[in-house]
């Protein structure tokens, strides 16, 4: 099973990427899938988790500004990135953990990067001043 995280690039303050997460071997069907984001010599950060009912979790410093998806007949999570800041700037990975945890669980323990089985290879989002 490979994981491909796409959708990055160059943008402008201010302007808007939709980075794209899909499985080959497998579903992300009906899985917990999170997008992560890490500067070099900094910590992977939680940016955004769809669970199994595709209820959604944010970290602080995007919500209002980011969105998660799931399509379903596409087989594909989704990150809608809007209003980006320097700040964004980062390698973004998508992460999935292929257990069952219930809502109550997912929303204290998504950002923990050991909750995942399987990351794509990121995608770089660099967003200009």
């Known amino acids: 099973v490979q994981l491909q995280a796409s959708g990055g690039g160059l943008v402008q303050t201010g302007g808007s990427l939709r980075l794209s997460c899909a499985a080959s071997?497998?579903?992300?069907?009906?899985?917990?899938v999170t997008w992560f984001r890490q500067v070099s010599g900094t910590e992977r950060e939680g940016v955004a988790c769809?669970?199994?009912?595709?209820?959604?979790y944010y970290g602080d410093s995007v919500k209002g500004r980011f969105t998660i998806s799931r399509d379903r007949a596409s087989h594909t999570v989704y990150l809608q990135m809007n209003s980006l800041t320097p700040e964004d700037t980062a390698v973004y990975y998508c992460?999935?953990?292929?257990?069952?945890?219930?809502?109550?669980?997912?929303?204290?323990?998504?950002?923990?990067?050991?909750?995942?089985?399987?990351w794509g290879q990121g995608t770089l989002v660099t967003v200009s001043s």
């Open positions: 992460a999935v953990d292929w257990d069952y945890r219930p809502d109550s669980v997912v929303g204290r323990t998504w950002p923990n990067i050991i909750e995942y089985d399987h």
């Open positions: 071997g497998r579903t992300l069907d009906p899985y917990i």
């Open positions: 769809i669970s199994s009912s595709d209820n959604t």
